[in-house]
C-alpha cells in the first residue's frame, strides 16, 4: 500500500485504533516526551496532540503527532507489508534475475522490472508542501511545536527530520535522519558524525568554497521517513527516494525547493530550506538524551542556517523520541535488518538470520546465524559481517547455529554459556565504533568482541582428529558445561545487588569508588566457590538492576570498550560495564543515564484521565 502523504497514514491508524487523539493542552517542553514514552513500552498507539503549548506556555498552531512506527506492527503497515519478514522475501526476489532457462526464464524477471522502475522519483512542477511559505524575517522555528525530550537536553531538537543534501561533485543525493538542536529562529545544529555522507558533502563543499545547500523535510509517505535511517550500501543512483519508492510500489513525487536547488518531497507535511556554510565556525551541540539511553555530551558541529520554511496548510509536526530501550528506533532498526538480510547473505551466504536486539542500541549486539561446515566459521562471518557499510560499528558479535532462533535472546544467552569458553571461543579485535558510543578507548574508535556460542569442531577443541575423523569415528566431544546457581554469595566493598541466573550468568551492580575496584572484585569472586556454575560475570554500575536482565546487558553493552573491559579471570569472562574513572586513563567525560525529571513523572500522571488515555498504558 502506497501512502500519498502523512495525513493518510494518520487516518488509517486512528481508523484502526491505532492512534488516539489528545485534546488537553500538553507541553512540548518534556511532558509530551513522558506520556509518549509510556505508550512506546507498552505498544500502546500512536499520539496526536491537537492542543500543543509552545515551551513559553503560548499554543501553537501546529499539532504533534508521535510513535507512528511505535510496534512492529504499525512499522509493517507504513511500508506496506503484512509483516516485517515479508521485506527480506521481496529483497531477495528483486535481486534474484534470471538470465538463463530461455524466454521462459526472461520473461520472470519482468515483474521484478516493474519494481525497479519505481526507483526513480517523479518530479512535479510544485506540491502541498509549498502551500505556505515563510522567508526572510517570517522564518521563526519557535512558531513549531519543537520538543524537548529530556531534562538536561541543551534545547529543543527536531527529532524527525528527513536532510537532504547532494554531493557537490558528483550530485549525488543523500538523505538521512541527523538531529537538529534549534540554536535560534532560522539556526540550528546539524548533527553530521564524521562517518555521515552529509560530513563528507560538507567538506567537499569546503574545497570548492561554496557552501552546501540543505533542506529538511518534515513528515512525506512513512516509506520516506523509515528511507532516510536505513544503512543504504553507496551505490550510484541509489538513494532514500528510490527505496521509499520501491517500498510505495510508486515513483516518490518530487519538486524544486523555493531558495534551494534541490528536490524536496512534494508531499511532505514542512521543509525547512537553508545551507551550512563550511567556512564559519562550529558550535557547541549538546547535550541529548540519545538513542543509546545515555546523554550524548557537547560537542562541536555545523550551523545549519534556515532561509525558508514551506508547509502545507493545516501541516502537522511529526516527531520521535529515543532513549532508554525498547523505543520506536527499535522498529526501524527492526526493518533494516529484514531489508539488508538478503544482501548480506548475498556476500555471506552461510548467514541464516542476524538479529540487532533493542538492549543493543542498534551496533552494541549482533546476534547471527550460520550453517556452520568447518572450524574457524564463526570468526570468518563475524569478520565479514564488521567488513559491510554499517555494521563496521557493531561491538558485540554472538555468532550462533542456525538450529536456534537469533530473536529468542533467553535462548541465545544459554547457548552462550553453553558452547562458548572464555577465552578459548571469545575474540577481541579493534575498529571504528558509533561516534556516540561514551566507553569506547577514542572516540569513534575502539575495540570489538566475537563469541563463538556454536558447536565446536574437533580442530576448535584442540583434537588431533580431523572433522572428517571425528565424523567417521565419533571421536572429538568435550564435556557440556552445567550451569547451577548458589545462595552463599561472597561479599566485596561497594557491591550494592547480586545475583546467579540459572543459566549460568552472574549479574553484580557496584558502587564504584576507586580505580581498578571492578577488576578486584573480578578477581575475588573467580576465586570464589559460587563461580563455580556460571561462565560470565557482569559488573554494572550501582544504578542497574540486577533482576531485570534487559537492564543489565543494556548497560553492560553501553558501558564496555571490549578490548579493555572484557576479560578472563579464571573460568569466568568478566565484563566490567562500571563508569571509568580517569586514574583509569579514561579522559573524555561520562555520561548520565537519561531520566524523566519527578516533577514531570508526577505531572503526567495527575492529568493521565484529562489526557483521556486509557489506564492500561499509565
Known sequence: ??????????????????????????????????????LVKTGGPA????????????PSAFPVVIGLMGTRERTALALGVPDLDVLASRVRALIDLKGSGGMGGLLSNLPKLRDAAHLLPRRVRTGPVQEI?????????????????????????????????????TGERNMGMYRMQVMGKNVTGMHWQRHKTGTKHLEKARKLGQRLEVAVALGGDPALIYAATAPLPPIPGLDEFALAGYLRGQRYPVTKGVTVDLEVPANAEIVLEGYVDPTEDWVMEGPFGDHTGFYTLPELYPRFHVTAVTMRRNAVYPATIVGRPPMEDAYLIEASERLFLPAAQLVIPEISDYHLPPVGVAHNLVVVGIKKTFPGQAYKVANGLLGLGQMMFAKVLVVVDDDLAVTDMAAVWRRVAEQARPGRDSLTTRGPIDALDHSSRGWSYGGKLIIDATRKLPEELGSALSSRQA???????????????????????GVKQQRQTPDGYWFVSLTKTQPGQAQALAAAFAAHPAASGVRHLFITDDQTDVQNADDVWWTILNNIDPERDVMVVGDLLAWDGTPKLPEEGFVRPWPPKIEMNADVVRRVDALWHVYGLPERWR
Open 47 to 58: 499520539l496526536l496532540f491537537g492542543n500543543v503549548r509552545l515551551a513559553d506556555g503560548s
Open 133 to 169: 511559505v515563510w522567508r526572510g524575517d517570517e522564518v521563526d522555528l519557535g512558531k513549531l511545536p519543537i520538543l524537548k525530550c529530556w531534562p538536561l537536553d541543551g534545547g529543543p531538537y527536531v527529532t524527525l527530520p528527513l536532510v537532504i543534501s547532494n554531493d557537490p561533485e
Open 1 to 38: 500500500m502506497a501512502f500519498p502523504d502523512l495525513r493518510s497514514f494518520i487516518t488509517l491508524l486512528e481508523e484502526r485504533g491505532e492512534l488516539l487523539r489528545v485534546d488537553a493542552p500538553v507541553s512540548c517542553d518534556l511532558e509530551i516526551t513522558q506520556i509518549a514514552d509510556r
Open 471 to 493: 565424523q567417521s569415528e565419533g571421536g572429538a566431544s568435550e564435556g557440556a558445561f552445567v550451569p547451577h546457581t548458589t545462595a552463599d554469595l561472597p561479599t566485596f566493598e
